[in-house]
C-alpha cells in the first residue's frame, strides 16, 4: 500500500470507537485487574482515536492536492476530528460549575461544540466520498449511506443539545410519556447508542472500501505502467 492507502485506514478509527472499546474492554479489563494499571484510559473517550483519523486526514490531503482538485472538501472533516481530538482537553480547562449552568457558560458552549463536531462527522464524510474519483459510480451510493447516517446523527445532537434550550427558557419542556397513570422519564440516549454502535461505523466501513479501491487502482496503474497485463474481472 502507498502512504495515501494506509491513512484512509488511518481516518477510519474514529468511526469504529464504540465498537473496538467494547472489544478491547473485555480484555484488557481483565489485565487491568490483575495489574493495577488502567490500560484504558487513553481509550475511555474519542480523543485518541480522533487523533488517528487526524492525522490519517493531514497525510492523505496533502498527498493527494496535487491529483485531485476536490481534495478542499475533505477538510470540514479534518477540522471535526480536530475538534473532538483536543476535547478532553479542553473540557479540563473550561469546568461547568451548577447544576444548571446558562447556555452561554464557556464549558457549556464548548460541550454543545464537541456534540456538534461528533453529530457532523457523518455530513463531513458525504463531502470527502463526494471528492473522490476512485469511486466512480459507487460515488453516490457512498454519499446516500453517509446522509442517511447524517439523519441519525443530527436527531442525536438534537436530543443532547435540547436540555440546554430547556434550561435557557427557549423551548418548553418535553412532556413526560403516561403509563398507566405514571410519567415514564426519557433519557434520550437512543439515537446516541444508534449513532455510536452502527451509524458511525457504517462510514468507518465505508472509508476501508476506498482505502480498498484506491489501492487496487494504484496497483492496476502500477502493473500497466511495467507492462504487465492487467487481468479482466
Given amino acids: 500500500m ?7 485506514i488511518a481516518m477510519s478509527a474514529i468511526f469504529f470507537y464504540l465498537p473496538l472499546f467494547i472489544v478491547q474492554s473485555t480484555g484488557l479489563g ?31 490531503l496533502r498527498n493527494t492536492r496535487e491529483e485531485n482538485p476536490l481534495w478542499c ?13 483536543v476535547s478532553p482537553v479542553v473540557s479540563g480547562f473550561l469546568v461547568i460549575r451548577g447544576m444548571e449552568p446558562p447556555i452561554y457558560d ?11 463536531a461528533l453529530a457532523l462527522l ?3 464524510a458525504a463531502l470527502f466520498f463526494w471528492s473522490q474519483k476512485e469511486l466512480g459510480r459507487w460515488m453516490l451510493v457512498f454519499l446516500c449511506l453517509s446522509l442517511v447516517v447524517t439523519l ?15 434550561s435557557a427558557g427557549l423551548i418548553p419542556p418535553e412532556q413526560p410519556l403516561i403509563v398507566n397513570g ?3 422519564r426519557s433519557e434520550n440516549d437512543g439515537f446516541l447508542m444508534l449513532t455510536l454502535m452502527f451509524g458511525l461505523p457504517l462510514i468507518g466501513i465505508l ?3 476506498l482505502a480498498a479501491i484506491s489501492w487496487d487502482a494504484a496497483r492496476n496503474s502500477s502493473d500497466r505502467t511495467a507492462g504487465h497485463p492487467v487481468p479482466r474481472l
Avoid: K
Avoid at 487491568?32 to 487523533?51: E, H, K
Avoid at 472538501?73 to 481530538?85: E, Y
Fill in 2 to 8: 502507498r502512504p495515501h492507502h494506509l491513512s484512509l
Fill in 30 to 60: 481483565f489485565l487491568a485487574g490483575a495489574t493495577g494499571l488502567d490500560l484504558l484510559y487513553p481509550l475511555s473517550n474519542f480523543s485518541f482515536p480522533a487523533l488517528i483519523s487526524l492525522c490519517g486526514g493531514i497525510v492523505y
Fill in 73 to 85: 472538501l475533505g477538510i470540514p472533516l479534518c477540522v471535526m476530528f480536530a475538534i473532538t481530538t
Fill in 106 to 116: 464557556p464549558g457549556v458552549l464548548w460541550n454543545i461544540l464537541s456534540q456538534l
Fill in 122 to 124: 457523518p455530513p463531513c
Fill in 152 to 166: 441519525g446523527s443530527l436527531a442525536m445532537f438534537w436530543a443532547e443539545f435540547s436540555p440546554y434550550l430547556v
Fill in 182 to 184: 405514571l410519567p415514564v
Fill in 207 to 209: 472509508f476501508l472500501i
